[in-house]
Nanobody, 125 residues
Framework: QAQLVESGGGSVQAGGSLRLSCVVSGYTISDNFMGWFRQDLGKEREGVASIYPWGGATYYADSVKGRFTISRDNAKNTLYLEMNNLKRDDSGMYYC??????????????????WGRGTQVTVSS
């Protein structure tokens, strides 16, 4: 049974860093589309970053470009999100997700059928 388990969230001050991890079982991440999404209270879920299976092309939301890096360790079947220079607006629940089909949008959640339970990120000023 497929399972995605996130970790690494926490509370940090603005300007700080966190590294999120997502351990995947039941699927090979290098063969599938992987994404990080976030949702804060009262806001819609948004795509933060995604990585594609062929060649590992990566995509980022404009709000995180230059600060966040998505990567994967195929040997560990684990997805990462390195987050630097965090801002208050980065606060929210972060989810990793897997899609076996190409999403209609590089940062859209369409097609992502397997989701983790999320890890909370709180950034204070």
């Amino acid at each position: 049974q497929a399972q995605l388990v996130e970790s690494g969230g926490g509370s940090v001050q603005a300007g700080g860093s966190l590294r999120l991890s997502c351990v995947v079982s039941g699927y090979t991440i290098s063969d599938n589309f992987m994404g990080w999404f976030r949702q804060d209270l009262g806001k819609e879920r948004e795509g933060v970053a995604s990585i594609y299976p062929w060649g590992g092309a990566t995509y980022y939301a404009d709000s995180v470009k230059g600060r966040f890096t998505i990567s994967r360790d195929n040997a560990k079947n684990t997805l990462y999100l390195e987050m630097n220079n965090l801002k208050r607006d980065d606060s929210g629940m972060y989810y990793c997700a897997l899609s076996t089909v190409i999403p209609r949008r590089t940062l859209g959640s369409d097609g992502y059928s397997v989701w983790g339970r999320g890890t909370q990120v709180t950034v204070s000023s």
